[in-house]
């Protein structure tokens, strides 16, 4: 092969290689920093770019995107002197990629090292029961101290949380049991509670059943009297008829007293073991037997 081909496809080799160096493209939600001469020179967006091979050259691609970092338990102690552990998670997102290329040496160490610093602060003005029941105050103002100490590095603190808090063994267990009585003291109240609601609603129902089981005898009795009254109006009706009826007969005083000797028989015919006649009904009985003797002489005189 001769020598002149072998340097021709050397050189297209190189122009190649050159030419991939000299054009760069971004991919989306990246920033790539690039140097001219180990300066910055400019911060490349979405696409296809140029740059000039040898001279200039990406220092760093940077992501920005919202990105989520989880930080290990660091050792805190609170305004009460009790001494616990606490782990957070940090959400946060570079807004200048210049600021984050060369603001701070390893960005993530320096945040992991401000978050606890920031955590100690705050916990240190809290007593054990404010840091156990304040996460979200606790969450804020380590947002804005964070987002505020992290703005020159070009970083955005877009959220902070407490992820856990581990108190001490013994002050686990006085939780524990301090829960554990207050449930137990809940527990008794709904039952008193119970025991009370339903003492309640019995007295309610048997004071409605009395209530009632009264109305029910009063209405008894009211219908009774109403029946009993009905029923002598009716009595009372029918002798004033049956005394109308015999007086519009003319009946005279001996009809009248074989009446009353009628009433008389009904009686003797009960249970009474006596029976006084007053002598005018004897009077009539007499008069009775008379009227019988004539009767039956009259058919043998008419013989």
């Known amino acids: 092969m001769p020598t002149t081909l072998i340097i021709l496809i050397i050189i297209i080799v190189l122009a190649l290689a050159l030419i991939s160096q000299a054009f760069v493209i971004v991919q989306q939600s990246n920033r790539y920093v690039v140097e001219r001469l180990g300066g910055y020179h400019v911060s490349l967006d979405v696409g296809l770019h140029f740059i000039v091979p040898f001279i200039d050259r990406v220092k760093q691609k940077v992501s920005l995107k919202e990105q989520v970092v989880d930080f290990p338990p660091q050792p805190v102690i609170t305004k009460d002197n009790v001494t616990m552990q606490i782990d957070t998670v940090v959400f946060y997102m570079v807004t200048d990629a210049k600021l984050f290329t060369y603001g701070v040496d390893f960005p993530l160490k320096a945040i992991e090292n ?40 070009g970083i955005k603190i877009n959220r902070v949380e407490v992820k856990n808090i581990i108190p001490p063994k013994d002050i686990r267990e006085a939780m524990e049991k301090q829960m554990r009585a207050e449930r137990e003291r809940r527990q008794a109240i709904l039952i008193a509670e119970g025991n009370k609601r339903s003492a309640i609603l019995n007295a309610e129902g048997e004071k409605e059943a009395q209530i009632l089981r009264a109305d029910a005898e009063k209405e008894k009795q009211i219908r009774e009297a109403a029946g009993k009254a009905k029923a002598i109006i009716e009595v009372q009706t029918a002798t004033a008829k049956g005394i109308e009826m015999i007086k519009k007969a003319g ?11 009628k009433a008389m028989v009904d009686v003797a015919n009960g249970q009474a073991t006596k029976l006084v006649i007053p002598s005018e009904l004897q ?17 043998e005189k008419s013989k």
């Open 251 to 261: 009946a005279d005083e001996a009809f009248l007293r074989l009446e009353a000797y």
């Open 114 to 153: 401000l978050t606890a610093t920031t955590l100690r602060n705050i916990i240190g003005e809290l007593e054990l029961d404010e840091s156990l029941t304040s996460r979200d105050l606790i969450n804020e103002k380590m947002r804005v101290i964070l987002d505020e100490a992290t703005d020159p590095w």
């Open 283 to 299: 009077g009539m009985v007499g008069l009775a037997s008379t009227l019988s003797e004539a009767v039956k002489k009259d058919p």
